[in-house]
């Protein structure tokens, strides 16, 4: 049975991630704060720990459920978002939250990655479309964001530690269709928001080589009138 791994399996990208492949006969397991009982086991994240001891319990938990097996690919869909430029009162406080959210599990899925994934896996970060370039309303964001970005690069690389042949690529979304955001934005325009569904089809595709990818590569995903397109940047 084929095995895969989602990072921020409790949110509500990642919950329909876990639904998705579950259906399709995968494995998976759930990383986050919380259970997701949907998901076939869970490995949970303490974040009152430092971020080595995050990394090194998650690493146990991930040996003790494969036993011995490896993942076909980790997803990791952890992050969030807060605005603020740097005169804003809460600029620092929102900023160090986006290092957490975006940044440190980033950093989590790539190590677990390096230990776990089998030769040819698949690592998918993700990014944002926005932090391509400057983002002077969200500054914590658009810095985070960008360091996932020149992460993923960087875990293409030879010597990055990844399993021969492994992809590490970052999905780079402007906004995603989740009951959350239609909250907190009831008047946008939701043709052009992104619906989970299709980018867990694509990202299915990664997996199985029936789209191509070529690791390191940031993707946009745009969406116009409820059509979206991958495009690698």
């Avoid at 639904?19 to 997701?36: A, S």
């Avoid at 230990?115 to 309303?137: D, E, F, I």
């Avoid at 042949?165 to 999905?171: D, G, H, R, S, T």
């Amino acid at each position: 049975m084929p095995s895969l791994a989602v990072y921020g399996g409790a949110g509500a990208l990642g919950r329909a991630l876990v639904t998705f492949f579950k259906n399709k006969g995968y494995f998976i397991i759930n990383i986050d704060l919380v259970e997701n009982t949907e998901a076939n086991s869970n490995a949970l994240v303490n974040i009152d720990q430092s971020l080595e001891q995050q990394g090194q319990g998650l690493d146990q938990s991930l040996t003790d459920i494969l036993k011995g097996d490896k993942l076909d690919a980790l997803l990791c869909v952890a992050g969030g978002w807060a605005g603020g430029n740097a005169a804003s009162k809460s600029f620092l406080s929102s900023a160090d939250l986006m290092v957490k959210q975006s940044v440190n599990s980033s950093l989590v899925a790539g190590y677990l990655a390096a230990r776990h994934l089998k030769a040819g896996g698949l690592l998918s970060l993700t990014g944002a479309l926005a932090a391509l370039g400057p983002t002077p309303g969200m500054m914590g964001y658009g810095l985070a964001k960008a360091a996932v970005h020149q992460y993923t690069q960087s875990l293409a690389q030879e010597g990055s530690g990844l399993p021969e042949l492994a992809k590490a690529i970052a999905l780079c979304p402007v906004t995603i269709d989740t009951p959350m955001n239609r909250q907190g934005m009831p008047d946008a325009d939701f043709s052009s928001w992104t619906s989970p569904s299709v980018i867990a089809e694509q990202l299915e595709g990664y997996m199985t080589g029936s789209i191509k990818v070529e690791s390191g590569k940031l993707i946009s995903v745009v969406t116009k009138d409820n059509v979206t397109s991958f495009t690698e940047a």
